[in-house]
């Protein structure tokens, strides 16, 4: 089967006033009133203070999940029938929801759970994310972990593409990679504010969050998803949830993510979100595959695509 894949961009995608675009829909109105419901508060009103959505990663989180699967719904009841699902990040709470695999009002308290828990994290002046930016990204930066993370204090957070990876670790430790990175020729480029996801910083909070995982109410999905933890298209219930499990300590795995997309006949991508985040990290990948961008219920699909991705990717922000 061929057709169209959706994303669903994690911490980067965050705009405020973002889900306001979709409000005039029905069925996207619909999720935003439930995750108000959920919360105990106005959530579109929330999201309208760019601080709240800088200053505050519950309310960022929040957000960028019910936008997400807002904008899904919006295009599903106009007719969109995806072959495939992945969001990165925090995302890929959404694309479960999307899919059918989890209830909204579950992942809505466990995302609002789970950021309270990582405000909790190391902060960002003891530890963060910084991005590996320029070709050979990977090997540099799995050269600078064997050489500056033995302890455990840097790690690969996220495989995003051929010309950006994510690092999370501590100050000290991530000053000594810039060191690297920069003999190497490559960029490394700070994400400030972000917490230190995708690696043994926050495996506190994964094991907080076991009890809340082993309520969630799992269905087989409408749609395969792709997990950030292996990159494999599944609508195997039980290898969605090992790998959501896994999820808060291992490396997101988007560019495989975005290997396996075609794999499962995506011949066009669609990314919900207010400004295009996934879209350049899948066309280092596949510089060909049209993507559209999706950010109201107006936008036509499937529309004209994004530019090619730029020399220097975007950085997806640390997604967590």
């Given at each position: 089967m061929t057709g169209t894949a959706v994303v669903l961009a994690g911490e980067a995608g965050v705009r405020a006033g973002a889900v306001d675009a979709w409000l005039e829909d029905?069925?996207?109105?619909?999720?935003?009133?439930?995750?108000?419901?959920v919360v105990g508060r106005d959530v579109a009103t929330w999201w309208r203070d760019p601080l709240n959505l800088c200053c505050d990663t519950?309310?960022?989180?929040?957000?960028?999940?019910?936008s997400g699967i807002a904008g899904y719904r919006s295009l599903t009841e106009r007719g969109l029938r995806p072959v495939v699902v992945a969001g990165h990040g925090v995302g890929e709470y959404a694309a479960l929801v999307a899919a059918g695999a989890l209830p909204l009002d579950q992942v809505v308290e466990l995302v609002h759970w789970r950021?309270?828990?990582?405000?909790?994290?190391?902060?960002?002046?003891?530890?963060?994310?910084?991005?590996?930016?320029?070709?050979?990204?990977?090997?540099?930066?799995?050269?600078?972990?064997?050489?500056?993370?033995?302890?455990?204090?840097?790690?690969?957070?996220?495989?995003?593409g051929p010309s950006q990876v994510l690092l999370a670790g501590g100050c000290e430790a991530l000053a000594r990679a810039r060191e690297t990175v920069l003999a190497a020729g490559l960029e490394l480029v700070r994400l400030p504010g972000r917490t230190?996801?995708?690696?043994p910083l926050v495996a506190p909070v994964a094991r907080h969050l076991g009890a809340a995982f082993a309520d969630l109410e799992w269905s087989e999905p409408d749609v395969p998803v792709v997990p950030n933890a292996d990159g494999r298209p599944t609508r195997d219930p039980e290898q969605l949830a090992?790998?959501?499990?896994?999820?808060?300590?291992s490396p997101v795995?988007?560019?495989?993510t975005s290997r396996a997309l075609v794999e499962a006949g995506a011949t066009e991508?669609?990314?919900?979100?207010?400004?295009?985040?996934?879209g350049p990290l899948i066309r280092q990948v596949h510089p060909d595959l049209p993507v559209h961008l999706a950010a109201g219920p107006g936008t036509p699909l499937p529309t004209t695509p994004l530019e090619p991705a730029p020399a220097v990717p975007v950085h997806t922000g640390g997604e967590t």
């Open positions: 029905a069925a996207a109105r619909a999720v935003v009133d439930e995750a108000s419901a519950t309310a960022a989180h929040v957000e960028v999940v019910v950021a309270e828990l990582l405000s909790l994290s190391p902060r960002p002046s003891c530890a963060g994310m910084a991005a590996v930016v320029g070709p050979g990204a990977g090997e540099v930066a799995r050269a600078v972990v064997e050489d500056v993370g033995d302890t455990g204090a840097l790690a690969v957070a996220a495989v995003d230190a996801c995708h690696g090992r790998c959501l499990r896994a999820h808060l300590t795995q988007w560019e495989a991508v669609v990314e919900v979100a207010a400004v295009p985040v996934l």
